[in-house]
């Protein structure tokens, strides 16, 4: 599978709030008194998470951020792509199971 045609979902648990001109993701587990992983989004990361809907594919956020801005396509795939694994690897989003790779992709 490609990268571009994976979906992503925003993982229960996690609140998003805008303080000011920052956007913070903080997730809400087991322990509500710890809020040492609080998550400050740069501006591409929070255009990324606001995309983020379970129904939009990777591609479909890069050509979302490639209409505003005047960067070249191959570096807002890699960010995108970039982001896309960091926030996944903080359990904040997870690929949508019908478009994860399976086994050998």
Do not use: K, W
């Not at 322990?31 to 591609?59: H, K, M, P």
């Amino acid at each position: 599978m490609n990268q571009g045609s994976r979906v992503y979902r925003r993982t229960e648990g996690v609140v998003h709030r805008v303080i000011g001109d920052e956007q913070v993701l903080i997730p809400i587990r087991q322990n509500l008194g710890d809020l040492q992983n609080l998550f400050a989004l740069n501006r591409t990361a929070a255009f990324v998470f606001d995309q983020i809907d379970g129904c939009r594919d990777a591609g479909t956020i890069c050509a979302l951020l490639a209409g505003r801005c005047a960067v070249e396509p191959a570096r807002i795939e890699g960010e995108v792509f970039d982001c896309l694994e960091d926030l996944a690897e903080l359990g904040l989003i997870r690929p949508d199971a019908a478009s994860a790779p399976s086994e050998g992709d």
